[in-house]
């Protein structure tokens, strides 16, 4: 009996095993394995090779506490139907021009430290910290637009946190650049501040020495990440990633919405975690 | 997962939507997180971007149809997760649409060695280039058909084609590979 060449058959046998063939080649193929004991074989090791694969990827344990983190995460409601999506939409289009209005509003009647108080208030103390030095500095202050020469960076950053900066460089998401660094002081307070842009983003990594009693601790962290409780928090158009060191608050603030800033400082949190570590020691 | 601290809480009066999302979403959820398993490698990544699929799938649940096949619109939804978790953080290269002309110049691939653990199959898939990858995870653990995995991945349903034959290839050189290594000889005999 001769059937098809082997060849013309071996081509179609990854189509065959999943059951995509039009029927009349699935026929046709099927008469060839009949009767052809080396496509046979071929196939059969095709068909031991998806199974393997299959129990093999289905043993993998996964960590059934995701199911629980995203039914929290989802208690923020969506638009239900398309009518309330356009009932939502509608009401945020009206805030959104309220909100627009206001703003304009309070950065005509207000200074900066108006609009700084008025968001701050609504965050907690602990947030605030980080907040206030983002949005003096950095929303109020200039970023430049290109980034200083590495060696003012380095001598404004100090001796004590120069070498953060690599660690940072290394780690930052390509589309973002670092384009200061360096040593401020809000409010009395001193802090070690990086600021980068993508192009249209701000992102601010701010750290700071650790006051009495100050701490996350208490707060429920958003991820852990190598042993690192991570912290979030947002505010008007500001995402919050935070994490602690025994001495050190390090805050990761962008108006990013896109959700990096959190994976940002999960890549940062586990190496200058460490480095503040020994800063501390 | 981000801002949860202290967004203020919207009206919180869709529980019907929820329902339906918990309903028709969630039980996909270990497909979803074994396939990010396999695409990014590590547990945690695996897990935010998961997180981040259901969040993006919460958020747009309303323009989901009814009635239609919600695990495929979950997958579509996880890759472009994943697309864009790699593009931040990788700056990998995309594959170029070069795969019918490696196809022609393939030898017949090794057959599949005989005792393999579990750990052995899917380190040499791990090794697998993820454009295949994910392809060879889509049909043979997934079980979608072509079409679904043509949609759930924005390409040709001919490239699907190409890259699972060619994935699978690779799945056997890899797998011959590791039985090498094992001083295991890999089964004699070429199919042709």
Redesign the interface.
């Known amino acids: 009996m001769t059937t098809e060449s082997c060849g013309a058959i071996l081509a179609e046998l990854d189509f065959h095993l999943d059951g995509e063939l039009a029927p009349e080649r699935a026929a046709a193929v099927e008469a060839h394995l009949g009767s052809c004991p080396a496509c046979a074989a071929e196939f059969a090791a095709k068909a031991r090779l998806r199974d393997a694969l299959r129990s093999a990827t289905r043993a993998v344990k996964l960590d059934p506490r995701l199911a629980e983190r995203i039914r929290a995460q989802s208690r923020r409601p969506p638009a239900a139907s398309w009518t309330r999506g356009l009932m939502a939409i509608a009401a945020t289009a009206i805030v959104l021009v309220g909100v627009g209005a206001m703003y304009r509003y309070y950065r005509q009647q207000t200074s900066p430290e108006g609009y700084i108080a008025r968001w701050s208030r609504q965050v907690s103390a602990i947030v605030r910290v980080g907040l206030s030095d983002h949005l003096h500095c950095a929303v109020f202050g200039s970023v430049p637009r290109k980034p200083q020469p590495v060696s003012q960076m380095v001598q404004e950053m100090g001796d004590q946190y120069k070498d953060l900066l690599p660690l940072i460089k290394d780690r930052i998401p390509p589309a973002y650049q670092v384009m200061t660094a360096h040593r401020c002081t809000v409010g009395g307070r001193q802090y070690v501040h990086l600021a980068a842009r993508d192009g249209v983003h701000i992102a601010s990594l701010i750290i700071t020495r650790k006051g009495a009693d100050e701490s996350f601790a208490g707060i429920a962290p958003v991820m852990m990440r190598s042993g690192i409780a991570i912290y979030g928090a947002g505010v008007d158009r500001f995402h919050i990633a935070a994490f602690e060191t025994r001495g050190h608050l390090a805050y990761l603030i962008s108006d990013d919405s896109t959700g990096d800033n959190m994976e940002m400082m999960a890549a940062f949190a586990p190496v200058l975690g460490e480095a503040l570590r020994r800063l501390e020691s | 997962?981000?801002?949860?601290?202290?967004?203020?809480?919207?009206?919180?009066?869709?529980s019907?939507?929820?329902e339906r999302?918990?309903a028709e979403a969630?039980p996909h959820?270990?497909d979803l997180?074994?396939t990010a398993?396999?695409l990014l490698g590590d547990?945690?990544r695996a897990?935010?971007v998961?997180?981040?699929a259901?969040?993006q799938g919460?958020?747009?649940?309303?323009r989901f149809q009814p009635g239609t096949n919600c695990r495929a619109w979950m997958f579509q939804i996880l890759f472009h997760c994943v697309n864009?978790?790699r593009r931040?953080?990788f700056?990998f290269a995309q594959l170029k649409e070069h795969e019918e002309h490696l196809q022609e110049n393939l030898p017949?691939p090794p057959?599949?060695p005989e005792r393999?653990t579990?750990?052995d199959?899917?380190a040499a898939?791990d090794r697998v280039p993820v454009d295949y990858r994910s392809v060879?995870?889509l049909?043979?653990?997934e079980e979608f058909?072509?079409k679904e995995v043509a949609e759930i991945l924005a390409i040709p349903i001919g490239t699907v084609?190409s890259r699972?034959?060619r994935g699978?290839k690779m799945?056997?050189e890899q797998?011959a590979d590791v039985a090498r290594s094992y001083g295991l000889r890999a089964e004699k005999?070429q199919?042709?």
Do not use: C
């Open positions: 997962m981000r801002g949860t601290l202290v967004w203020l809480p919207l009206s919180d009066s869709n019907t939507a929820r999302f918990d969630m959820l270990g997180h074994r398993l396999r547990a945690a897990e935010d998961v997180q981040e259901y969040l919460w958020k747009s649940f309303h864009h978790y931040k953080w700056r017949a057959l599949m393999l579990d750990s199959i899917l898939l060879v995870l049909v043979d653990v058909a072509y084609m699972l034959s699978r799945l056997r797998l005999g199919a042709r």
